[in-house]
């Protein structure tokens, strides 16, 4: 079994308060080490996780692939071993309770009795609340396989190429084609054409990290569309945006991703309040799945 690669990252506490505090810290540390692309890659194996719940797992077990609870790991015939220390997320546990509630008519209009007050009933809602609990690692398990899709590494010759290039042509937002460019840009994304342009006579590899990247530009930094938004994003925002989601995408499919690396993320990061960060990071994720 592979050495265990847990960080020495620890939650302050269990309550909610705690974890959120510890959290924090956590998106700010990623941005000021190397740790920055280890949460992509904890993304792309989690992408249907929750901001939250994919920060957690990547500040406490980044090498994480598969995580359920203690009894669902029993279920499927493993047993956590001894002495494995869990990994916590946050889980939906809503309440229901019941209040009074005006009847409404077909327009949406309190329907009124003979004395001209709002007719009321009683409902049941559900109101949102979290816990945190402990999941484990496959890698924490032992006992019967689990058959897990994991795709193979994709080479410089791409033996899939033409599908893969079919699946980005169909997700992205705008129509690709390829041209010759000058200077040294692999492709772009033109505002004004709404298309995407990719340099012609790249590896195939190349040719579709060139694709993620520039249909997440398409998808996220449209001039016309951010501007109807009223977001306003810089350059460097929107290069690691962009950048990121191609790198989750990419590991997600195995895709070599030696040559990517983020050395001006410190810098980015660093004129950023927390909530902007957060709102980047979860973009990322979303676009990503």
């Not at 265990?4 to 308060?17: P, V």
């Not at 007719?119 to 979290?130: A, N, Q, S």
Request: aromatic residues 8%; hydrophobic residues 35%; glycine residues 6%.
């Amino acid at each position: 079994m592979e050495e265990n690669r847990n960080t020495s990252f620890q939650l302050k506490g269990r309550d909610m308060d705690s974890i959120l505090q510890s959290l924090e810290e956590g998106v700010s540390e990623i941005f000021t080490s190397e740790r920055y692309t280890e949460y992509l890659q904890t993304m792309a194996k989690f992408h249907n996780y929750s901001f939250n719940n994919t920060m957690l797992i990547a500040l406490q077990r980044p090498d994480a692939t598969l995580v359920t609870g203690y009894r669902n790991w029993q279920s499927m015939g493993r047993q956590v071993m001894k002495g494995e220390k869990g990994i916590t997320i946050i889980a939906p546990t809503p309440i229901k309770k019941k209040q009074m509630q005006e009847v409404l008519d077909k327009e949406g209009r309190p329907v009124l009795n003979e004395n001209g007050d709002s007719i009321m009933k009683e409902v049941e809602v559900k109101i949102p609340r979290f816990k945190a609990i402990t999941v484990f690692d496959i890698a924490q398990t032992v006992g019967d396989p689990i058959e897990l899709m994991v795709p193979e590494e994709l080479k410089e010759a791409v033996n899939n190429y033409d599908l893969f290039m079919e699946a980005i042509t169909e997700v992205s937002p705008v129509p690709i084609r390829f041209d010759e460019i000058s200077g040294n840009a692999k492709g772009y994304y033109h505002n004004e054409d709404k298309e995407i342009v990719i340099r012609k006579g790249m590896s195939e590899s190349q040719t579709i990290k060139t694709a993620i990247h520039e249909s997440g530009h398409a998808r996220l930094h449209d001039r016309d569309e951010m501007k109807a938004k009223g977001e306003k994003k810089d350059r460097m925002t929107a290069e690691v945006e962009a950048e990121s989601v191609a790198y989750c995408v990419c590991c997600a499919f195995g895709l070599d991703t030696s040559e990517y690396s983020f050395p001006y993320i410190a810098n980015w990061s660093s004129g950023k309040d927390m909530k902007e960060l957060k709102s980047s990071m979860d973009l990322i994720r979303r676009t990503a799945g």
